[in-house]
């Protein structure tokens, strides 16, 4: 079990004497790190000598940051919500991981898999024959009057027989060192994807030391689930898929994350749709059929048809699929019904009378108020209990923030709930007051005890039940802290479970030898398409415009004098670009600077936060690396505002921001597959380049334009070196226009961009039909046919912002064609 230690010298003894110097478990509480009498105990003292070893030699601090820099550059996050909007912050973490001996992980894991099996026999019979109600086990109010017992679903049994396939609960401990379960979480749980995260955090920050403990791993129990899950799978469908509420939601990035760890198609409602009675996703190739389906959308909002009508999140008709046997859905739809705190003070008399067992781990004491007896013993000790709503989060105006310590509340607060009790106890529960146990904290260059709650995570396999071996830790900011929340200021942490024998290295199933080969990953999601587009659209036109403010603020740099003809064409066309607003045309500093730190439209704040809101919808198939380096061009643009406003300042800001540009680029160029996924953002980027590229030329190779015109152009165009090669006798308009128009060999110029166009659009599904080329293919060769003939001499501004609409007609066929329902329209002759 863990590591052993040994004999400590004097110095080592007195660096563990100061890591833990003024640490003492409150009183009452039981703390996992000592005992009432300040010994530590055993299971934690190899922990405790290896940290004091780190913090003797100064480089405690520097390893614990290591972890938070693994889940900075790794984007973790998750969203708050307060009264103002929904924020996106780091995930927090505390670096002392949870030390779980074997004793207590062995009776939580038994309790675990009880607890699971006696809500899957509740559920069942609750949505099935309803004995328990018949018989009189279970009053019919507390599972009626609970909102999510979903009446469409009474009466059916889910595909595959199982209610539940991912559950979870939250656990604290007792003054006397028992684990008690203080909430179940049946709907859709989260912390998982969390949990996994922050092992690898600490793995990485802790190397040696984790290394050298028994610590169970976490691996085998998501490669297990998954391959229940995958088991389901049809041939020829769109494979296993993970339907989140969306980006908003505050644990997406956990969604994102577990999809691309285990391999599932991350979806929303709207990427979804049933025909006859069968689940489908819609994907730039057409329908394809979905067999199973692991939710982390509330049940009630998965179908606006039969369930919730104002939901804008689900899938119309998505209840009857589940109806005909067609899609499992884990958790099955009504599955939030075994949530409800009313059930907790059935749940000892029905383990016995289903399971014929009493609880392994039992309940906090729960009275539920719509039984008189039960709630006349509320009302008699209202002053030590906690009250909280039966079903829900909260009751307005009664119980707003919650579950409440009735001895905090003012007088007034006291009888108006004495008063909804009396009128509706049915919506009320009285439960005992938990005080948590503590556990070790790293804060202010010491340890200090601080409230947690550990959730264990509980996953449905071909083989039964299958148990975390960890979970995640939700510690308390505050000392005296009797409930802990992340939306509250909560940290998280990572749990080792310590193994007597030795975790199994690789605990994970061994493959089969025979595994087909295989070099495609199915068809590509419509709306994970679309965002690639645009994401290729907003990244070339932030290039751009910041290689318009670079341009510009060279040549400010460079004179003392008025600006010249040149710069004020790139002043006017930051305005015309909507990076700039009119006021600022004149003074071509102003203009530079409201382009890279303004909210205009095009302005380069703008285009980064869009392309950032397009990779959060594609978290899952963007090379991590892109995403990193997205997130610091929007941090350096923030940060940048607070500094210098002069031209050189601001030529140096561009040509940083350029740079990491660069790097967003080039990670994706070279770490994503050459799959349609990237062809997309290869045609947005295109596109967009092509259009700009007309738009530079417009603006500054007017007919008459001088040498410094001409130059510019060739600037924002990359292009000046090759032509100082190519030409010898100065700038003229033709020549140029042919390099950065014409020349198929130039990366930037329009006709290298349409044959790119025309060469991803040639590899994508359907691009050809009976009839010839499909829209948008046709209208690339059409165009690129057009700029083949033109003569650079006789190219004018008409014939110039005629190319830019063609550029534009095949943008809207591109998204007519593979983002829409046109094309899904026609598939199936229906127009639905």
């Not at 709207?270 to 994907?283: A, C, F, P, S």
Request: charged share 25%; hydrophobic share 45%.
């Amino acid at each position: 079990m863990g590591v052993a230690g040994g004999a400590q010298s004097k110095d080592e003894a007195s660096a563990a004497d100061g890591l833990i110097a003024g640490y003492r478990p409150q009183s009452g509480l039981f703390d996992e790190m000592m005992d009432g009498k300040g010994v530590l105990r055993p299971h934690w003292r190899p922990l405790r000598d290896r940290l004091s070893e780190l913090h003797a030699k100064g480089e405690l601090a520097a390893c614990f940051a290591t972890a938070d820099r693994y889940l900075k550059d790794s984007g973790v996050f998750y969203r708050v919500y307060d009264d103002k909007a929904a924020d996106e912050r780091p995930w927090p973490l505390s670096h002392v991981p949870i030390l779980v001996s074997p004793e207590d992980w062995k009776r939580i894991k038994a309790g675990a898999v009880q607890r699971a099996a006696l809500l899957e026999a509740i559920l069942a019979d609750c949505y099935g024959e309803r004995r328990l109600v018949a018989e009189g086990a279970l009053p019919a109010a507390a599972i009626a009057g609970s909102p999510e017992y979903l009446r469409p679903l009474a009466g059916g049994t889910p595909p595959g027989t199982r209610f539940l396939a991912f559950y979870a609960l939250d656990l604290g401990r007792g003054p006397n060192g028992e684990w008690w379960v203080i909430r179940d979480r049946a709907q859709a749980p989260s912390g998982a994807g969390y949990a996994l995260e922050n092992r690898n955090a600490i793995a990485r920050a802790l190397t040696d030391i984790y290394r050298a403990f028994d610590v169970e791993r976490l691996a085998a129990f998501f490669e297990a689930f998954r391959g229940w899950l995958t088991s389901f799978r049809e041939a020829d469908d769109a494979g296993t898929c993970l339907l989140t509420p969306g980006q908003l939601n505050e644990t997406y990035f956990e969604h994102a994350y577990l999809a691309r760890q285990l391999g599932f198609r991350l979806v929303e409602g709207q990427d979804l749709t049933v025909r006859d009675q069968k689940l489908y996703l819609r994907t730039i190739a057409g329908l394809r059929r979905v067999s199973a389906l692991w939710r982390r959308l509330d049940s009630d909002f998965c179908d606006p048809l039969e369930l919730n009508q104002r939901s804008q999140l689900g899938v119309p008709g998505l209840v009857q699929a589940i109806r005909h046997g067609n899609v499992r859905v884990a958790n099955a739809l009504g599955t939030g019904l075994g949530e409800a705190p009313a059930l907790l003070g059935f749940l000892p008399a029905l383990a016995r009378r289903i399971l014929d067992q009493p609880l392994a781990l039992p309940n906090v004491a729960t009275w539920w108020c719509g039984q008189a007896a039960e709630r006349r013993e509320v009302l008699d000790q209202l002053d030590r209990l906690v009250v909280a709503p039966a079903f829900t989060d909260r009751i307005p105006f009664v119980l707003d923030r919650g579950p409440e310590v009735v001895a905090e509340m003012s007088a007034a607060r006291r009888r108006q709930l004495v008063e909804a009790i009396g009128r509706r106890g049915v919506d009320f529960v009285g439960q005992e007051l938990v005080n948590l146990s503590t556990t070790p904290v790293w804060q202010e260059g010491r340890l200090v005890p601080r409230p947690f709650q550990l959730r264990v995570y509980v996953a449905a396999t071909a083989d039964g039940w299958n148990v975390m071996p960890g979970g995640l830790g939700i510690i308390g900011d505050k000392p005296d802290a009797r409930a802990v929340s992340m939306q509250q200021g909560a940290r998280s942490a990572d749990v080792w479970v310590l193994s007597e024998g030795g975790p199994a290295e690789s605990a994970l199933p061994s493959p089969p030898r025979d595994i087909a080969i295989r070099r495609a990953t199915g068809a590509l999601p419509s709306r994970a398409a679309d965002n690639l587009f645009w994401m290729g659209r907003y990244l070339e036109r932030a290039e751009s415009t910041l290689r318009i403010v670079r341009a510009l603020t060279a040549r400010l740099a460079q004179s003392e004098r008025a600006p010249h003809a040149d710069a004020l064409a790139l002043t006017d066309l930051l305005f015309k670009w909507g990076a700039s607003p009119q006021a600022a045309a004149g003074a071509g500093v102003g203009a530079a600077a409201s382009a890279l730190f303004d909210a205009g439209i095009g302005s380069v704040p703008h285009l980064v936060q869009a392309a950032r809101g397009c990779a959060a919808g594609i978290r899952d198939r963007f090379p991590r690396d892109s995403l990193i380096a997205l997130d610091e061009l929007h941090a350096f643009i923030t940060a940048a505002k607070t500094g210098p406003r002069g031209a050189t300042a601001l030529l140096d800001m561009a040509n940083h921001a350029l740079q990491i540009v660069a790097a967003v680029t080039g990670f994706h160029d070279e770490n994503m597959n050459r799959l349609s996924g990237w062809r997309f953002l290869q045609l947005g980027l295109r596109i967009e380049r092509a259009i700009g590229t007309c738009r530079f030329a417009r603006q500054l190779g007017v007919e008459a334009a001088g040498p410094d015109g001409l130059d510019a152009l060739l600037e924002l165009a990359e292009s000046l070196r090759t032509y100082r090669v190519r030409y010898m006798l100065g700038t003229a308009r033709a020549p140029v226009f042919d390099l950065v128009l014409l020349e198929p060999n130039n990366p930037r110029s329009v006709a290298f961009s349409l044959a790119e166009i025309a060469k991803h659009l040639e590899t994508l599904p359907n691009a050809r039909g009976t009839q010839g080329p499909a829209g948008p293919l046709k209208e690339a060769e059409a165009r690129a046919a057009e700029i083949a003939e033109l003569d650079p001499a006789s190219i004018s501004d008409d014939r110039l912002i005629g190319i830019e609409n063609g550029m534009m007609r095949i943008s809207n066929e591109i998204s007519l064609t593979y983002f829409t329902l046109r094309q899904l329209a026609a598939q199936d002759g229906s127009g639905r």
